[in-house]
């Protein structure tokens, strides 16, 4: 029964997963730093998924892992782990249940990236 009900998720999952548009795109991207300043990006590219986009405009950095990368640069500002500072990514004000790595994006669509603080 564990067997079926995990081959269910996994069909589900390739079956319902969001899919990525090709082609020319203009999303916005809204970076809060520490300080509460907020900087605004308008992002032209033909990137699939959120990290290509913002890897070509050079806005985030980090660290592989098995599970894509982790995000600790945005836009110059290292989160320290020491404070418990991370990035977290919304996306019209929802938090993304994706990673950069898996987040297609479509044109016109709004990001946010904000430095917070607390596990």
Known sequence: ?????IAADVIAWVCLK????????????????ADGTQKDFTIQTDAEFLRGALEQEGLIEGTESEYGLYVTVVDGETADD??????????????????VDSTPIADGEQ?????????
């Open 82 to 99: 020491s404070e418990q500072q991370w990035w977290c990514f919304t996306k019209g004000g929802e938090m993304l249940m994706t990673g």
């Open 1 to 5: 029964v564990l067997l079926v009900l």
């Open 18 to 33: 969001p899919e990525a548009s090709a082609g020319d795109k203009t999303i916005t991207v809204a970076v809060v730093h």
């Open 111 to 119: 990001y946010e990236i904000t430095l917070t603080i607390g596990w």
